[in-house]
């Protein structure tokens, strides 16, 4: 299966992620998109596929959001965008494309939606939080 995944190593729900695609037994091809970050194409239709608008995939926390003014509801989307190519930081993460559909995957489960199942075994959270039992299938 053929896996995106638009990843910060510095992000515990973007470890988390990753973790549950590899406990699905695939190797995903990963993009740090702080060092790799997509194109105004890529970036729109990858929110247009997660089923957001470009302001629900802005991320403030930690990010120069407020320093930025991004807070100003008159901002358009392409004003949105912009931001977000100019500050790949602001891009909220992580996002997961697979033949499946889209995900902006917070919280990290999330990705299950859009993996096949059942997962290869157990897995929890960096925290210990369970979400897959012992016979691969999901903790609701």
Same mark, same amino acid.
């Given at each position: 299966?053929?896996?995106?995944?638009?990843?910060?190593?510095? /992000?515990?729900?973007? #470890?988390?992620?990753?973790?549950?695609?590899?406990?699905?037994?695939?190797?995903?091809? !990963?993009?740090?998109?702080?060092?790799?970050?997509?194109?105004?194409?890529?970036?729109?239709?990858?929110?247009?596929?997660?089923?957001?608008?470009? #302001?629900?995939?802005?991320?403030?926390?930690?990010?120069?959001?407020?320093?930025?003014?991004?807070?100003?509801? $008159?901002?358009?989307?392409?004003?949105?965008?912009?931001?977000?190519?100019?500050?790949?930081?602001?891009?909220?993460?992580?996002? !997961?494309?697979?033949?499946?559909?889209?995900?902006? /995957? #917070?919280?990290?489960? !999330?990705?299950?939606?859009?993996?096949?199942?059942?997962?290869?075994?157990?897995?929890?959270?960096?925290?210990?939080?369970?979400?897959?039992? $012992?016979?691969?299938?999901?903790?609701?």
């Amino acid at each position: 299966m053929d896996i995106t995944i638009y990843h910060n190593p510095n /992000c515990g729900t973007s #470890r988390n992620t990753l973790a549950l695609i590899r406990n699905a037994g695939i190797e995903p091809k !990963v993009i740090e998109y702080l060092k790799t970050p997509p194109s105004r194409s890529q970036l729109k239709d990858m929110i247009a596929k997660a089923g957001l608008s470009v #302001r629900e995939a802005v991320r403030e926390k930690g990010t120069p959001y407020a320093d930025l003014g991004l807070d100003n509801p $008159a901002l358009t989307d392409v004003d949105l965008l912009d931001a977000m190519l100019e500050h790949p930081i602001l891009i909220n993460r992580p996002f !997961v494309l697979t033949p499946l559909g889209a995900r902006l /995957c #917070r919280p990290s489960e !999330v990705v299950l939606d859009i993996l096949p199942l059942p997962q290869k075994g157990a897995f929890a959270k960096e925290d210990g939080e369970p979400v897959i039992d $012992a016979e691969g299938n999901r903790i609701a």
